[in-house]
C-alpha cells in the first residue's frame, strides 16, 4: 500500500512539472502585436458619430454581474428610430463598459459573444455552480494540491484556469469582437494604490501585448477579493516607449490629475517590475474612476477627451452607472458572536465602497457642466460650423433604491457571493430591466435623440 501511494505521489510530481503554468501570462509587446487601438476600432467599425453611450458596471460578485446582466437586457429592449430608415437598440450604441469585480463578468462576455450573452450567460456563469467547483478543485483534486505546494500555483491561477476554460472559452483579448464596446476590466495594483485597467493604454506602459492576455485571467485579478484571492501577478516588461501622448504634460486640478497619472509609475522598470493586482473595487467600485482618469489624463478635458476617442461629432452623451451597492448588515449588532471571515469580508468592503461612491458620484456629476461648456467652446474654435454648440450630457446612477421598498432592501442585503439561488438571480435580472424602462434620464435621451 505504501509502494503505491509513493507511485501515485510520483505520478503526480510528474504531471505538476509538466503543467504549462506560465506564472506571469503577459507576454513582451513584439512586431506581431499590432492591433487597433480603442479609437481606431470605434472609428473603424461604425459607431454612432453623434451619440457616445458609456456604461459602468459595479463590483458586488454574482449580485452585480446579474443586476448589470438585467440593465443590458433593458437596453437591448429599448427600441431606438434614428432616422425614417434606421431603427436600432439602446444597447447597440454603447461605446464604452468599464468594469469592476462581478460587473466584469457581464462586459467580458459581451465583448466576446455579443447577443449570445442573453443565450448562454445565465447558464454559462449566473445560474452555474462556480463557488461550488472552485470549491471541489481545491479541496478535492489531488494535482492542484501539489500544484500549490510547488509554490508557483495558487488560487487566483486555480481560479484564472477555470474561468478560462469554463466561462470564457479560452479566449483572450485579441478575440473580442471589432465592432464590440471597448471593454475596460479594471483591477488595482496593491503596490501603487492605483487603478490598473486591462486596456492598450496600460498595457503599453508596461511594454505588454494585451491581445494575447486570457479573458479569464483579467476577470480574475478584476474579482480577486483580498485575503480570499491571491493577488494576480503581471510583469512590467522592457524595450519600448509609451505612446506619445501618454507623455505630454498635463494641467489641471492635481487633486485628479496625479491620482490619474499614477501609472506613469510604471515607466520605471527598475522600481517597479511587478504588479500584483487584486479587486478593482480596492481603487474604485464602480468602474466610473477609470473613465474619469481618461479624461483627467486629457487634462481634465472632455473636448480633448473626445478628440483623443475619435468622437468630435458627438452631440450628446449617456453616462449610465450600474450600482450593485449592498448594504450593511445591522444584525451583527445584536448578537455578542464574532462575525466570522465572510461577514467580516463583506461589512468592511460594502463600508469601503459606500463611502468612495458618493465622492465618486459627486464628482462625476459636478464634472458636467464643465465638461459640456468645454466641449461646446473647444469644437466651435476649432470647426466653426452651425451645429457646433450642440451639446448634451445626460448621467444617471442605476441602483436598488430606485425600486422601492421592501424590494430595495432585500436585494441590497443580497450577499456578494459567486453563486446565488436562481430565484435571486432571476429578481435582479428583472430589476435592472425594470430600472431602464423606468429612468426618466434613459428615457428623455432617447426622446431626444430620436427628435
Not at 120 to 144: A, G
Not at 189 to 200: L, N
Not at 439 to 451: M, P
Request: hydrophobic share 40%; proline share 3%.
Amino acid at each position: 500500500m505504501f509502494r503505491f501511494v509513493i507511485q501515485i505521489v510520483a505520478v503526480l510530481l510528474v504531471l505538476v512539472s509538466c503543467v504549462n503554468n506560465k506564472q506571469f501570462q503577459n507576454l513582451p509587446l513584439s512586431e506581431d502585436s499590432k492591433r487597433l487601438t480603442v479609437p481606431e476600432r470605434l472609428e473603424a467599425y461604425g459607431h454612432n458619430d453623434d451619440i457616445t453611450v458609456i456604461l459602468t458596471f459595479s463590483g458586488g460578485g454574482t449580485r452585480a454581474a446579474a443586476f448589470s446582466y438585467g440593465v443590458m437586457k433593458g437596453l437591448k429592449n429599448t427600441p431606438i428610430q434614428l432616422n425614417s430608415q434606421t431603427q436600432v437598440n439602446l444597447l447597440s450604441l454603447v461605446d464604452v463598459i468599464s468594469s469592476v469585480s462581478g460587473g466584469s463578468f457581464t462586459s467580458a462576455y459581451y465583448g466576446l459573444f455579443g447577443d449570445r450573452l442573453f443565450i448562454d450567460f445565465s447558464n454559462d456563469f449566473l445560474k452555474n455552480n462556480i463557488q461550488s467547483q472552485l470549491t471541489r478543485q481545491l479541496l478535492v483534486n489531488p494535482l492542484n494540491w501539489f500544484r500549490f505546494m510547488s509554490g508557483q500555483y495558487n488560487r487566483s491561477d486555480l481560479t484564472a484556469q477555470h474561468y478560462q476554460d469554463k466561462i470564457f472559452a479560452n479566449k483572450t483579448f485579441a478575440d473580442m469582437r471589432p465592432g464590440a464596446p471597448a471593454i475596460m476590466i479594471n483591477a488595482t495594483d496593491i503596490a501603487t494604490g492605483t487603478g490598473f485597467t486591462f486596456s492598450d493604454d496600460h498595457f503599453r506602459w508596461l511594454c505588454s501585448d494585451l491581445g494575447s492576455f486570457p479573458i479569464g485571467k483579467a476577470v480574475t485579478a478584476s474579482s480577486a477579493v483580498p485575503v480570499l484571492f491571491s493577488p494576480v501577478l503581471i510583469k512590467n516588461h522592457s524595450g519600448c516607449d509609451p505612446f506619445e501622448h501618454q507623455l505630454e504634460t498635463v494641467d489641471g486640478d492635481l487633486r485628479f490629475i496625479n491620482q490619474a497619472l499614477k501609472i506613469r509609475s510604471f515607466y520605471d522598470k527598475n522600481d517597479y517590475p511587478y504588479l500584483h493586482l487584486v479587486d478593482g473595487g480596492v481603487a474604485d467600485n464602480l468602474g466610473v474612476r477609470a473613465i474619469l482618469n481618461q479624461i483627467y489624463a486629457q487634462g481634465d478635458n472632455f473636448w480633448q477627451a473626445l478628440k483623443a476617442y475619435r468622437l468630435t461629432n458627438t452631440k450628446k452623451v449617456l453616462f449610465v452607472v450600474v450600482n450593485a451597492a449592498a448594504t450593511l448588515n445591522q444584525k451583527l449588532s445584536l448578537t455578542e458572536k464574532t462575525p466570522g471571515l465572510a461577514e467580516t469580508l463583506n461589512a468592511v468592503t460594502t463600508i469601503q465602497s459606500q463611502n468612495y461612491n458618493e465622492d465618486t458620484l459627486d464628482l462625476l456629476q459636478l464634472s458636467v457642466k464643465k465638461w459640456t461648456r468645454q466641449v461646446i467652446e473647444g469644437r466651435c474654435a476649432e470647426f466653426f460650423k452651425a451645429g457646433c454648440d450642440e451639446f448634451d450630457f445626460y448621467v444617471t446612477e442605476l441602483n436598488f433604491n430606485d425600486l422601492g421598498e421592501p424590494e430595495a432592501s432585500q436585494l441590497a442585503a443580497v450577499p456578494t457571493a459567486l453563486q446565488l439561488p436562481a430565484d435571486q438571480v432571476d429578481q435582479l435580472v428583472r430589476a435592472g430591466e425594470r430600472l431602464v424602462k423606468n429612468s426618466a434620464v434613459i428615457q428623455k435621451f432617447v426622446h431626444n435623440i430620436q427628435n
